[in-house]
């Protein structure tokens, strides 16, 4: 009798918040914690043996990032799909400001002042758009997901948010935006033929996109595909990552003792290459052993999304995880030379507040779905549509 008012609870969500705290993953937690932890030392390192200015601020942006997390966590999914179109249409004003009034570095307009923060709208629709799409998909049959008409709002959602990503510019957050939401209407049911089409599109369409590529970006295509064309130019920050990677070995060369980065050979070595730094110091084992940490955290999620009873969570938390998945993969075949640079910091590790942030508050979505698994919600996403 007990068990059945405790299993009807936990369907409606009638959880207190000591019951949710005690329901949080905390062994995700600590996996979170390791890696931002040897994000901190090689911060440390990276300033040369000093906590400032990089190490100690990105202590405090973890902390702050870590009760976000925990507050993100403790709300009810339900309330996460019903105001998921509003935070989407708040992203979106945001992205449409930053063309308006945004602030500009390093030749991309990209943030927006808030006087406290340095906002980048394209990080805080990563969450967006992973919520808006498992709005839409959440309650539609396998048949609805299959109809092209069903599939051209989402489309509109996906690429209206890509075109602003694309302008400021941004490539690396605009291929992560579409293939976060390329992962979730895999798992929502879309048909592979659309896949498959709009693949073959979109390689047909190289030879027109690149018209529109800035000069830049068709550099770093250029460099990826021959790195020595320009080995003091436009080349440089991925010849000497390679240089930085070959001679850390096997085991590395010690803790602060990196040639490469610690003789300034080694450009944005506290934020894009920071895992060359990492690897030149600890070698493949160091590189190796942090790979290994983010597969755990990719297990975690993928499990979540596969533990939870309802759409909306497996939707959600495969949208998550597989935008973690492309941090990682991204930022570390870049500093390999296995795809052209783009920009995109590594996960917990490189310096910046706001990839934390919103690293911290996805993992708090897959927090609250994974505590709220066994909520009902309805097709329309109601809480007594059951």
Do not use: C
């Amino acid at each position: 009798m007990a068990v059945d008012f405790l299993s009807r609870r936990l369907r409606r969500g009638e959880m207190s918040l000591g019951e949710k705290l005690w329901a949080v993953s905390w062994s995700l937690v600590l996996l979170i914690t390791l890696i931002s932890s040897i994000g901190f030392l090689m911060l440390y390192s990276a300033a040369d043996g000093d906590w400032d200015p990089w190490a100690s601020r990105q202590m405090t942006r973890y902390a702050v990032g870590l009760v976000m997390m925990l507050v993100v966590a403790m709300i009810d999914v339900r309330q996460m799909i019903r105001y998921a179109y509003i935070f989407y249409g708040i992203a979106l004003v945001f992205l449409v400001a930053v063309e308006i009034k945004g602030t500009i570095g390093m030749g991309a307009q990209r943030w927006i002042d808030l006087g406290f923060i340095q906002l980048q709208p394209s990080e805080v629709m990563k969450i967006a758009l992973v919520l808006a799409l498992g709005r839409y998909f959440h309650g539609a049959s396998i048949d609805e997901s299959r109809r092209l008409s069903f599939l051209f709002i989402p489309l509109m959602m996906v690429l209206v948010p890509v075109g602003l990503v694309m302008k400021q510019p941004d490539l690396g957050t605009a291929l992560m935006l579409l293939m976060g939401a390329a992962a979730i209407a895999f798992v929502a049911g879309v048909r592979k033929l659309v896949f498959i089409v709009t693949i073959g599109g979109g390689i047909a369409a190289i030879p027109v996109a690149w018209q529109f590529l800035h000069d830049y970006q068709k550099n770093r295509v250029l460099i990826f595909l021959n790195p020595e064309r320009d080995p003091l130019g436009a080349g440089y920050h991925i010849t000497q990552s390679k240089i930085a990677l070959g001679s850390g070995g096997i085991f590395g060369k010690g803790y602060m003792l990196g040639s490469q980065s610690h003789l300034n050979f080694l450009p944005e070595h506290q934020t894009d290459f920071i895992f060359t730094m990492l690897s030149e110091e600890f070698g493949m084992v160091g590189g190796m052993v942090l790979l290994g940490l983010y597969v755990l955290v990719l297990v975690y999620g993928y499990v979540i999304a596969l533990r939870s009873r309802h759409h909306f969570g497996r939707l959600v938390a495969m949208g998550i995880t597989t935008t973690f998945f492309l941090y990682v993969f991204i930022n570390s075949a870049m500093v390999m030379g296995l795809i052209p640079v783009v920009g995109v910091p590594l996960p917990l590790i490189s310096y910046g507040g706001t990839a934390m942030m919103t690293l911290m508050i996805g993992f708090g979505v897959l927090m609250s779905v994974h505590i709220h698994r066994n909520v009902q919600i309805g097709h329309r996403g109601g809480y007594d549509d059951f």
